[in-house]
């Protein structure tokens, strides 16, 4: 990506509104190459599939202008959904850098004709899927609504989803050291129903990350889709420890820490000395 990721992830917003422009013969070989090589911490491979709407059926309630969509399906293991939101989430960011736009859908999509085209097996889950295309000038009434509706453009504060060796002392963005810029880009990842469900804890070198789970979303067929989220929170971290060199690994430690009943220890991410 040319422009830094810290810009991309201030630029990137959901796009419901297409322009109904076609993704230019350019653009669309470059999406192709990247979907190829798109990666995760994980190591846990991702199946990407760009799909045409009409060729296969596809239908969002939400989206307008576009009838292209990228969509992607991983093995049920642990971890998975995890890894699919890191995977998924670096592409749409590479899509942002070429101007074009992505939402990641889960409730909103025709899911049986989505997972039928993706050839989904017993073993297998397609958690969301994204249109794709430019967007256009102005946002449909209907999209404008949901946003006011779920405040899509707000966030919680820093001091409200960071913690400082325990959940017990919130952390300010001053205190946060060499993870206070990719804090503040997990803080601004999107999240299913803008729930924003990552939360973490700094200790010294490691940042030990959490879920914190909200009622409405657990219990569905389609497992916990809130574990994406954090994948895609974890994209906007690593990647932007990245770009300024800093380099880690996540490990599955558990450190323990006292948590409230709706919080899941996830990963630890840990920086290489
Ligand atoms: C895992 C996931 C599932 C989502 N599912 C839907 C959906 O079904 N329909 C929809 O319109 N938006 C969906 N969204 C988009 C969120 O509503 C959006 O990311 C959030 O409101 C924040 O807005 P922003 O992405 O513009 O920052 C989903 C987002 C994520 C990360």
């Given at each position: 990506m040319d422009t830094s990721v810290k810009e991309i992830i201030r630029r990137r917003k959901s796009v419901r509104t297409f322009s109904g422009e076609p993704i230019s013969p350019e653009d669309r070989q470059k999406l192709d190459e990247f979907l190829k090589k798109v990666d995760n911490p994980f190591a846990i491979p991702i199946e990407f599939r760009v799909l045409d709407a009409k060729k296969y059926g596809l239908s969002s309630p939400v989206i307008i202008g576009t009838d292209e969509y990228v969509a992607a399906k991983v093995s049920r293991i642990p971890q998975s959904e995890i890894a699919y939101g890191y995977s998924l989430e670096k592409f749409c960011l590479f899509a942002v850098s070429l101007g074009i736009g992505t939402v990641m859908l889960a409730a909103t999509i025709s899911r049986g004709a989505f997972e039928k085209a993706m050839d989904v097996g017993d073993t297998e889950v397609m958690p969301v899927a994204s249109p794709i295309g430019y967007p256009s000038e102005k946002r449909s009434v209907r999209e404008r609504l949901m946003?006011?509706?779920?405040?899509?453009?707000?966030?919680?504060?820093?001091?409200?989803?960071?913690?400082?060796?325990?959940?017990?002392?919130?952390?300010?963005?001053?205190?946060?050291?060499?993870?206070?810029?990719?804090?503040?880009?997990?803080?601004?990842?999107?999240?299913?129903?803008?729930?924003?469900?990552?939360?973490?804890?700094?200790?010294?070198?490691?940042?030990?990350?959490?879920?914190?789970?909200?009622?409405?979303?657990?219990?569905?067929?389609?497992?916990?889709?809130?574990?994406?989220?954090?994948?895609?929170?974890?994209?906007?971290?690593?990647?932007?420890?990245?770009?300024?060199?800093?380099?880690?690994?996540?490990?599955?430690?558990?450190?323990?820490?006292?948590?409230?009943?709706?919080?899941?220890?996830?990963?630890?991410?840990?920086?290489?000395?």
């Open positions: 946003r006011k509706g779920i405040k899509a453009d707000e966030r919680l504060p820093f001091d409200t989803l960071f913690f400082e060796n325990s959940f017990a002392q919130s952390l300010s963005p001053e205190r946060a050291g060499i993870f206070r810029d990719a804090l503040e880009m997990t803080r601004l990842a999107p999240s299913a129903g803008n729930k924003q469900p990552c939360r973490a804890v700094v200790c010294e070198n490691r940042v030990h990350f959490y879920e914190k789970k909200a009622k409405a979303m657990q219990n569905n067929s389609l497992g916990d889709i809130q574990k994406v989220d954090i994948g895609i929170a974890l994209a906007h971290f690593d990647l932007t420890l990245q770009e300024v060199g800093i380099t880690g690994r996540f490990v599955v430690e558990d450190p323990g820490l006292e948590t409230d009943d709706q919080t899941e220890y996830i990963v630890t991410y840990e920086v290489n000395c």
